[in-house]
């Protein structure tokens, strides 16, 4: 709260001295309603029921820009009723705020705001593991701040803060809220317009006061690049060590464990006229709601093309190996998990105001030491109404 507070303050701080003068003010409503089937929704293993729902989705976007300031919000719902294999009502908030700002040499930005979702639409694509069916309460706030120290070199420091909580049967499932504070320096050369090299350090806190007063402190170097081979081909890789130390307190004592875990990342993007191809691999550290720092291994891809110009299609697929961070006497999650799932997509723009998205997932998971594999088959229709944008200037 005191980041929202300070950030608020600055803005109109910025606004007596004149700089928030919006060129342009825009607010673009729009209507989503989906239906969905899901042969497994929770990634059982076994015989299961199969759930249905359907899901009404109003949103709002703002924007606004002049030469010097950027502010982009979007006030988005879901209401979404299941039934079938799963009797539940869900309601689902989105509030992102984005905000730059620009000066001769500094570019200060912030990132954050309210994201109330469900596991299985938000933490199972980032970590691959199943967290039952719960909702999720995540505030964030990342400020930054960058500086051009010369034409070539930058410089940029970061902080962010993650708040995360658990409704309802949360706890009976084993969910605990938890709170990160990520803080990184990072220095950038530009070596020629197609061509930069980054070294980033990096600091992080976790906490999960509720799981043994649960503290991991993780700290390293990351050094990165990117090079543009094409005016449609770019290449972009980084990797470094993490050093993580866990203690959690028993009640009999405090037991503590430390390990080493390279992390990498590397990305390749193809993009033409009507096509685009973006493959990623990497070994990333995401916090989660068991109550610990996940390990993801992934491999994933994502492509599209524009069969008209009204008729798009889209192909994703991503296959993760998961395993916690910490060692075995601390871990939460003492098996192994592989993920996989797979998603394509065909959107439709009817006209200037409607459109229509149809599309099918696939998704397998399996657990180390035992011999079967859980599925799942999913489908869905939506249809979005987008009215005029309103626009204001000055």
């Known amino acids: 709260m005191f980041l929202w507070v300070l950030f608020a303050g600055s803005l109109l701080a910025l606004a007596d001295r004149g700089e928030i003068q919006a060129a342009e003010w825009s607010v673009e409503p729009s209507m989503s309603a989906k239906g969905e089937y899901h042969s497994n929704l929770l990634l059982a293993f076994g015989p299961q029921r199969s759930t249905y729902a359907y899901w009404l989705s109003p949103a709002v976007r703002f924007t606004g820009a002049t030469e ?3 502010v982009h919000s979007r006030l988005a719902t879901d209401f979404a009723q299941y039934f079938g294999g799963r009797d539940t009502t869900i309601v689902n908030v989105y509030f992102p705020l984005s905000v730059q700002y620009r000066a001769e040499r500094s570019i200060w930005g912030f990132n954050g705001g309210l994201t109330r979702d469900n596991t299985l639409r938000s933490e199972l694509l980032q970590t691959g593991v199943v967290l039952a069916f719960a909702q ?11 500086y051009n120290v010369t034409e070539r070199v930058s410089a940029e420091s970061s902080y962010q803060y993650q708040h995360a909580m658990y409704e309802g049967g949360g706890a009976q499932f084993g969910l605990i809220g938890y709170q990160v504070h990520t803080g990184s320096q990072a220095l950038s050369y530009k070596i020629r317009e197609s061509d930069s090299v980054q070294i980033t350090g990096i600091f992080t806190r976790f906490l999960a006061p509720e799981r043994n007063d649960t503290v991991t402190d993780t700290y390293g170097v990351q050094i990165g ?15 470094g060590p993490r050093f993580i130390s866990n203690s959690i307190n028993t009640g009999f004592g405090t037991l503590e464990d430390r390990s080493t875990v390279w992390t990498f990342n590397g990305k390749a993007t193809t993009s033409y006229e009507r096509a685009q191809l973006t493959l990623n691999i ?3 550290i ?7 720092l996940i ?46 799932n797979l998603s394509p997509q065909i ?3 009817v006209d200037e105001y409607w459109s229509v998205e149809t599309g099918y997932t696939y998704s397998r998971r399996e657990l180390e030491g035992i011999d079967q594999s859980s599925e799942s088959h999913a489908s ?6 987008v009215p005029a944008k309103l626009s204001i200037g000055r």
Do not use: C
């Open 295 to 340: 390990q993801t291994d992934h491999l994933g891809a994502n492509a599209s093309y524009e069969l008209t110009d009204k008729i798009s299609i889209f192909l994703s697929g991503q296959a993760s190996i998961v395993n916690s961070v910490a060692s075995g006497a601390l871990s939460g999650l003492s098996r192994e998990t592989k993920f996989f």
């Open 68 to 70: 010097s300031l950027k």
């Open 282 to 284: 990497g070994r990333d």
């Open 136 to 146: 999720r309460n995540l505030w964030s706030a990342n400020p930054t701040w960058t």
């Open 380 to 385: 869905r229709v939506m249809v979005t109404y």
């Open 225 to 239: 690049g990117s090079h543009a081979f094409s005016e449609h081909v770019t290449l972009s890789a980084s990797g």
């Open 347 to 349: 959107n439709w723009r």
């Open 286 to 292: 995401f916090p989660s709601g068991l109550g610990l």
